[in-house]
């Protein structure tokens, strides 16, 4: 557990450095890292600066904003996933109903 920390405060980071070195404040690029969360997202991001080169501010929040929304989407899409197989092995066992 201690090891998972230790890499996301890695990756933030080098999220912090990265759009540091694009000339952001270090106030935004610590906000932009923490809204991000996980490791998985700020990698994302690293990747994106990566590809696109320097960015405006407005241009990084708002990819901040898609790669959050997608992984919100996913999450979700994960969480229904789950309830519905829970209800449907309730169905099947609890209430012995067959699948139509």
Known sequence: ??????ER????????????QMGHPEAFAA??????GTEKTML?????LGKTGTQS?????D???AITVDRDR??????????????NEMRYTVLGMDEE
């Open 31 to 36: 906000l932009i890292a923490d809204s991000l």
């Open 9 to 20: 405060e890695r990756v933030r980071n080098q999220l912090i450095r990265r759009i540091c």
């Open 63 to 65: 990819e901040m904003l």
């Open 57 to 61: 501010a407005e241009q990084i929040a």
């Open 44 to 48: 994302r991001m690293i990747s994106y």
């Open 1 to 6: 557990m201690e090891r998972k920390k230790e």
């Open 74 to 87: 996913w999450v979700e899409k994960k969480k229904n996933e789950y309830y519905n197989q829970k209800y």
